[in-house]
């Protein structure tokens, strides 16, 4: 158990974390915006 723990399946980088918060918040920002739209066409 300790020794699977111990062993990262992704190693990250400095980098990668960056990029993937990024792209992250540009898709929750895509994603807000869409429901937005959807919601104000629906009304």
Known sequence: MSRARR???YRVTPDGTLWGGIVLLLAWGSLMVVVVLVA???M
């Open 7 to 9: 062993r990262p399946r």
């Open 40 to 42: 104000t066409e629906g």
